[in-house]
Nanobody
Framework: QVQLVESGGGLVQPGGSLTLSCAASGFTFNNYAMSWYHQAPGKGREFVAGITSVGGTTNYAEFVKGRFTISRDNAEKMVYLQMNDLKAEDTAVYYC???????????????WGQGTQVTVSS
């Protein structure tokens, strides 16, 4: 069975740091690009950061550049999001996403985790 399980969310003060983890199982992790999305209250799900299947290229939303770092460990089938200098606007549920590569994007398998809550507040 395919699983993506996020962890590491919690309550942090503005300016603080937090690291999110996503553990993958049930699929060929090395053939999937990984990404993080978030969804704030009353808003749609929004792209945060992405990383290619072998970790050679990363991409970030403008609002997190210089603050967040995405990484992956293919041997351990893990993806991480290191979040620094957190702001109140970062408060959201954060979701891990896997996207199959090597096939047309329109037909690629996509998997989502259940999400983990990040709350930035004093």
């Amino acid at each position: 069975q395919v699983q993506l399980v996020e962890s590491g969310g919690g309550l942090v003060q503005p300016g603080g740091s937090l690291t999110l983890s996503c553990a993958a199982s049930g699929f060929t992790f090395n053939n999937y690009a990984m990404s993080w999305y978030h969804q704030a209250p009353g808003k749609g799900r929004e792209f945060v950061a992405g990383i290619t299947s072998v970790g050679g290229t990363t991409n970030y939303a403008e609002f997190v550049k210089g603050r967040f770092t995405i990484s992956r460990d293919n041997a351990e089938k893990m993806v991480y999001l290191q979040m620094n200098d957190l702001k109140a606007e970062d408060t959201a549920v954060y979701y891990c996403k896997a996207t199959q590569r090597g096939v047309p994007l329109a037909r690629a398998y996509t998997y989502w985790g259940q999400g983990t809550q990040v709350t930035v507040s004093s």
